[in-house]
């Protein structure tokens, strides 16, 4: 009887070390979002410039791309990097992160294992955090920079992030920088609900690798699974992003405001541009977020697999 409870009090003390640690998560995600705004910043820059036309004057993704490049030079697909990038490292470590802490509280005290409810409730739970922490304020700044015209910098209203960010705050106070935040938020929640929910289902389906198991998968196992999950987002959350983009874009220092609100952008757009417009910008999201996903998960699980295999080895899912 000892021999037996001192076992069982030696695995439950090895299954309370056997965890990932959240930082852990944290900076594997924060170095796969280095990589992909590096790999990926011009079809956002695309897709912004895709979502603010109105006038019709991109005739696509291609037609777009080669205007921007002709007019503005091809550095401008990369305009807004800087926030870009410190947006992607800081949102990543973010959303890695809380999600592995919610995770762990939601838990199952006894087995240690997570349902699907609760890997949802976990996703949703850290696309809201990183929304309203990171995401929203960056992204005002970045779409700001993004939807500037022109070759000459003396003629752009905002000169940098960090100018951008001064003039929001003077000319529209503190919670110009979250503008768009509701929309932000339930395209957040929405998405990382799912993507955390089908990235683990696709690595158990696809290549029988579950959490803590101590398998590396190979990047490219990674990559296919990071792109699956990271489909279903933007076809959900169309309408979110054009909402977003649009009442991110508008300035409260120019007047009255043509979009109020999530719900009366919503109204607006549909009104005055028809039912697709709310899925403007569609297909660059799409080569965007699957490829960013591939990219961000190929680097975060070689992180995660290395210190599974060499401290967490039979750790429990």
């Not at 529209?172 to 955390?196: K, S, Y």
């Not at 054009?242 to 607006?268: D, N, P």
């Amino acid at each position: 009887m000892e021999n037996q409870e001192a076992r069982r009090s030696n695995n439950e003390l090895s299954s309370t070390k056997k965890s990932i640690p959240p930082y852990m998560k944290a900076l594997s995600g924060s170095l796969g979002g280095v990589m992909e705004a590096c790999c990926l910043q011009p079809i956002d820059v695309i897709k912004t410039r895709l979502q603010l036309d109105r006038s019709g004057a991109y005739k696509g993704i291609i037609h777009c791309g080669t205007t921007v490049t002709r007019t503005e030079g091809v550095r401008a697909l990369w305009k807004g990097l800087t926030p870009f990038a410190t947006h992607l490292t800081l949102k990543y470590a973010l959303r890695m992160g809380s999600n592995a802490v919610l995770q762990t509280a939601f838990k199952d005290s006894e087995t240690g294992k997570l349902s699907n409810h609760a890997r949802l409730i976990s996703g949703f739970g850290a696309g809201v955090l990183e929304a309203l922490v990171i995401v929203t304020p960056f992204e005002v700044v970045k779409i700001r920079l993004q939807q500037q015209k022109g070759l000459s910098p003396e003629l752009l209203k905002y000169k940098g992030p960090v100018h951008c960010a001064r003039m929001i705050i003077r000319e529209e106070g503190l919670l110009g920088l979250w503008a768009g935040a509701a929309p932000t938020v339930m395209r957040n929640g929405t998405n990382q609900a799912a993507m955390f929910t089908a990235k683990n289902a696709f690595d158990i389906v696809l290549w029988n690798r579950h959490e803590g198991d101590g398998k590396v998968l190979q990047p490219w196992q990674s990559m296919v699974s990071g792109f699956l999950a990271g489909t279903a987002g933007p076809l959900c959350t169309g309408p979110f992003d054009v909402v977003k983009t649009r009442l991110m874009a508008q300035s409260r220092g120019t007047g009255e405001l043509k979009y109020k609100g999530m719900f009366h952008a919503i109204r607006t757009i549909y009104a005055e541009e028809g039912l697709f417009a709310l899925w403007k910008g569609l297909l660059p999201r799409l080569m965007r977020i699957p490829p960013g996903q591939a990219i961000v998960w190929a680097v975060a699980d070689q992180i995660i697999g290395l210190y599974e295999k060499r401290h967490l080895q039979d750790a429990p899912i």
